[in-house]
């Protein structure tokens, strides 16, 4: 067996006699009868940490790596310079946890605070929270903290992330808070049928900038129509279009939330990632999570220290907005370190790549005689196509080249992702694969 | 130490991107960002430097003694990094077809199927991110059953005083309601209590075990017993499994539901907090209720994703939750196996008596007879003729190379110090932090003034957070030029 026990025998020993005991087992004397396993649970014996390692480089062995990804939809592969995860590797950032104690923890807590700080930059709204588990429950979360007496129903657009629209109905359900989704049509929110259903009863409005199928939101508009029912408008940004698009705070959002994956963290089948949150000033105090304010300390120096924590559950208990109390600090030092790596010009570079390579390959896909761009709106860097033919039988040609293609969608199309680590080669073997499946 | 945002030289940056290799496509100007992108400039050198230097402002297990309680802040074994960083699991999408992930899928599997055996449960999901979240699934799951049932009038939830903070918070999170639930002499569920507390609206009990007091309930059989005789369902909240892990489980309590905090028993790294993992086992009878995808074996032995769960809760995280600290919370088990796993809890209930026998010798300790991985000091009788309080007592241990106990915690507690010195310390590490502690406790004995001044020897001395309260300052402002 492999363990990580420092206590040689003799100190056990040394231990127990100080105990006036003779074992480990008659520590748990007081136990109900017939609980206590004989041997342990019933699985297999430890492989210390060789076997381990031959199980583990097994099972990795057995997942694809594609050298070539064409899919985001909701998780996004992007260059992460070396520097990232040099930075989320340090032993007393990694193996720490919240810090209570601010005094030993200044680090920590500066490194929360510069994050809370450049994700008011991106949103352009005044306050953010020290991260919460994804972008899905962060959405969920800012639902949940519109909610007033008088305003119980949330407006979802069926344009956003369908993971999001699930999660944030998951929560709502649970809760008790009515929702209604927003048709989509033309891959955006349908702001007509929006205007229709707002009322003194909507407590707010969640659309995402950009919508699920890559398209760009008319935010302003949805945010003006949102406020004049006087309801909270919420607004689902991708970070690094962010650098490209309009603000949230120029949308108009009173809250921001997304995904942080894309700002320095990998794929990883789905997680760890980082839920962002942000808001106005007049919706600070309601905003959910750990935040991290500066103070001084008893000789008047600069101080970081977790803040306004009667906010929180370990105080307020039932009266609690939100149970949350751990964030995704190392997930945030990794964003804040992207960013900070990247700088405004650096980040700005990445979305402009990622708009104008995007925009090279649609425009090389729609010359296949038969394959449509779906939608005809504004896009970013996802967009959907139609196939004469069968979706799959393309995918499973590019992924024969070693390239993951674009998301099937259920109703035939494809959902391509383009970013900056997608070279002009890779796209033009797409296509051309493309071409010869919808000629066959 | 200055902030990223003061060491920005306006112009200054680094160079990560490959020249652009498509025609220029120009977003129109109306739909572009106005608003001036706020991120410092710097280089390379700065942003590494910088993180250096922040890194030496941070204490973590890796820099000493970690005794938080409730936290179980054990060390965390570095194999499981290199395995969380294998490009075979950091570079594969969630999206991709089931048959190019089988290993990803595998992990997922095996580790549900362990894990289940560990807790004595039926099936498990790793959706939920934390240990809070996973209280929050736990209960949508029994709220779901009750539901199910047409049992519709059960909407509350009994939650002893002694629970963490996130019991309570969750129940209203989960549009029921809360009974609080007064606990006895001993800090032990009250049994007569509970009697009285349950009935035809009880939807279910939570409880931890051992309790935050690191006291396993001895009438827990009595207790699962008496919530299901009412219709009720066990909730375990699995904070503290480090005591008991591989030596019972929660499955043969009378449990129906569980969530594990693998970040905590299952050794994978709290992050500077988070990100964790709080996966929830389930008996049979909720398992319809668990979220989607669920991940299946074929009789060939292929796994895929079940998406089809039409009595499901719903999601509660995108994709399948923080896989790569699952898979660090799987090589863990994997590595401590059947015979190793007993001895985590058995040395870790070990290290807390003994800690707690040596500090006895001058502290007044809650826990009567032997505790479980933790226990509680009282610092009532020193802050009242001493006027030295627990938060002195913390402080002051700030200066002696090792991170202070939980404070003012379980709230049952007056001044109380939360201790819980894991498995991962050998004696001498503890019989040192007992010198530590006892002449400390001297200390503020014969100069108890002298106790308010700590630490000297930080950074910064004790902050001022009512101030940060009052004027919160949540962001750095460049300064009006």
Sequence with gaps: MGHYLPSTDRQREEMLRALRIQSLEELYRDLPEGLVLSDGPKIPKGQGELGVLRKFSSMAAENRVFSSVFRGAGAYRHYIPAVVSSVVSKESFVTAYTPYQAEISQGVLQAIFEYQTMICALTGLDASNASVYDGATAAAEAVALCRDRKRSRALISAASNPQVIQVVNTYCWAAGYEIELIPERDGVTDLEVLETRLGPDVSCVYLEQLSYFGQMEDAKAASSLTHQAGAKFILGVNPIAAALLPSAAECGADIAVGEGQPLGIPLSFGGPYLGFMAATDALTRKLPGRMVGETVDANGNRAFVLTLQAREQHIRREKASSNICSNQALCATAAATYLAAMGPQGLREVAQQCYQKAHYFAEALATIPGLTLRHKGEFFHEFVTDLPGDAAKLLEALEAQGILGGLPLPDGGILWCVTEVNAREEMDTVVKLAREVCAS | ?481
């Design chain 2, 1 to 481: 130490m200055k902030l990223l945002f003061e060491k920005s030289i306006p112009g200054r940056r680094s160079y990560y991107l490959a020249p652009c290799d498509v025609p220029e496509y120009t977003l129109p100007a109306p739909m572009q960002r106005q608003e001036a992108l706020d991120l410092p400039e710097l280089s390379e050198t700065d942003v590494s430097r910088h993180y250096s230097a922040l890194e030496r402002l941070s204490f973590g297990v890796n820099q000493g003694f970690y005794p938080l309680g409730s936290c179980t802040m054990k060390y965390n074994p570095k194999i499981n990094e290199k395995l969380a960083a294998l490009s075979g699991f950091t570079e594969i999408h969630p999206l991709q077809p089931e048959h190019t992930v089988q290993g990803a899928l595998r992990v997922l599997y095996e580790a549900e199927r362990s894990l289940c055996e560990v807790t004595g449960m039926d099936a498990m999901t790793f959706q939920p991110a934390a240990g809070a979240h996973g209280e929050l699934t736990g209960l949508m799951l029994i709220k779901r059953y009750h539901e199910a049932r047409g049992d519709t009038p059960r909407r509350k939830i009994i939650v002893p005083d002694s629970a963490h903070g996130t019991n309570p918070a969750t129940v209203s999170m989960c549009g029921m309601e809360v009974v609080n639930l007064s606990s006895g002499a001993d800090g032990c569920v009250d049994l007569e209590a509970l009697r009285q507390a349950v009935g035809p609206d009880t939807a279910g009990f939570m409880l931890t075990n051992p309790n935050t007091l690191g006291i396993f309930d001895p009438n827990i059989m009595r207790i699962t017993e008496i919530v299901h005789e009412a219709g009720g369902l066990c909730y375990y909240d699995g904070a503290n499994l480090n005591a008991v892990v591989g030596v019972v489980r929660p499955g043969d309590m009378g449990f129906d539901c569980v969530h594990l905090n693998l970040h905590k028993t299952f050794s994978t790294p709290h992050g500077g907090g988070g990100p964790g993992s709080g996966a929830v086992g389930c008996k049979a009878r909720l398992e319809a209720y668990l979220p989607a995808p669920r991940v299946v074996m074929s009789e060939e032995g292929k796994l895929s994703l079940q998406q089809d769960c039409p009595e499901s809760i719903g999601k509660v995280r995108s994709f399948y939750g923080n896989f790569l600290v699952v898979l660090r919370a799987f090589a863990y088990l994997t590595t401590l196996g059947q015979d190793g796993l007993p001895e985590v809890a058995k040395n870790a209930v070990l290290n807390a008596n003994y800690l707690m026998k040596r500090l006895s010798e001058r502290f007044t300790i809650v826990n009567q007879g032997f505790c479980m991985h933790e226990f509680v000091i009282t610092m009532e009788r020193e802050a009242k003729e001493k006027h030295v309080t627990a938060m002195d007592m913390a402080k002051a241990l700030l200066d002696c190379g090792m991170h202070p106990p939980t404070m003012y915690f379980p709230l049952i507690v007056k001044e109380a110090l939360m201790v819980e010195p894991t498995e991962t310390e050998g004696k001498e590490t503890l019989d040192e932090a007992a010198e530590i502690f006892l002449s400390l406790y001297d200390r503020a004995m014969a100069e108890p003034e002298t106790m308010h001044e700590y630490p000297k020897e930080t950074v910064i001395g004790r902050p001022d957070e009512v101030r940060a309260a009052r004027h919160p300052n949540l962001r750095y402002r460049k300064a009006e030029s």
